[in-house]
T-cell receptor, first 113, second 117 residues
Framework: AQKVTQAQTEISVVEKEDVTLDCVYE???????LFWYKQPPSGELVFLIR????DEQNEISGRYSWNFQKSTSSFNFTITASQVVDSAVYFC??????????WGAGTKLIIKP | GAVVSQHPSWVICKSGTSVKIECRSL??????MFWYRQFPKQSLMLMAT?????????EQGVEKDKFLINHASLTLSTLTVTSAHPEDSSFYIC?????????????FGPGTRLLVL
């Protein structure tokens, strides 16, 4: 069965610290897509990244970086030098052969000034 | 690009009334749109998949007669909560597939907060 696990319910760090959000997935499909979305207090979901199952290259975008490892079925997200504006709930999601998004439970990230 | 709008952003209504929520893809055509519901501190729950020109596909446990979905054009899908009750109070979010093929990314609207008194 397809499943996405975000074991960290809530993380709290002080501004400028680095923080990693974990995402572990399960799927039987060989072709699939992984996503990260950010949901700030306003509620609007913001697309951050999409990664397909054949591309294990890590990606860096500014202070954000993603580590995709098929061997451990993980797609972790790191924020470097965190800022208060990074405070939000972050969701990891998997798109399988049914083309539906399977969502993790989300990780609430609190960045303290 | 890939902007999805929702209207209204907030609605408060009396129990028993019907509420219509609109979801529009502003700069792309979306043959498929999705409707989600999110309760406080929970993840998104898919309610239904809306396909342009055909009936929506509802997830198990979602009453199709209560949550009416109409996807009349490639840029507009509507969700009508009929005879709303306090337990229908929630955050409703729509999304639309941008791009082509299986790699399409879902882009989300800003959501509609519904409060039924």
């Amino acid at each position: 069965a397809q499943k996405v696990t975000q074991a960290q319910t809530e993380i709290s760090v002080v501004e400028k610290e680095d923080v990693t959000l974990d995402c572990v997935y399960e799927t039987r499909d060989t072709t699939y897509y992984l996503f990260w979305y950010k949901q700030p207090p306003s509620g609007e979901l913001v697309f951050l990244i999409r990664r397909n199952s054949f591309d294990e290259q890590n990606e860096i975008s500014g202070r954000y970086s993603w580590n995709f490892q098929k061997s451990t079925s993980s797609f972790n997200f790191t924020i470097t030098a965190s800022q208060v504006v990074d405070s939000a709930v972050y969701f990891c999601a998997l798109k399988d052969s049914n083309y539906q998004l399977i969502w993790g439970a989300g990780t609430k990230l609190i960045i303290k000034p | 690009g890939a902007v999805v709008s929702q209207h209204p952003s907030w609605v408060i209504c009396k129990s028993g009334t019907s509420v219509k929520i609109e979801c529009r893809s502003l700069d792309f055509q979306a043959t498929t749109m999705f409707w989600y519901r999110q309760f406080p501190k929970q993840s998104l729950m898919l309610m239904a998949t809306s396909n342009e020109g055909s009936k929506a596909t509802y997830e198990q446990g979602v009453e199709k007669d209560k949550f009416l979905i109409n996807h009349a054009s490639l840029t507009l899908s509507t969700l009508t909560v009929t005879s709303a009750h306090p337990e229908d109070s929630s955050f409703y979010i729509c999304s639309a597939n941008g791009g082509t093929g299986t790699s399409r990314t879902q882009y989300f609207g800003p959501g509609t907060r519904l409060l039924v008194l």
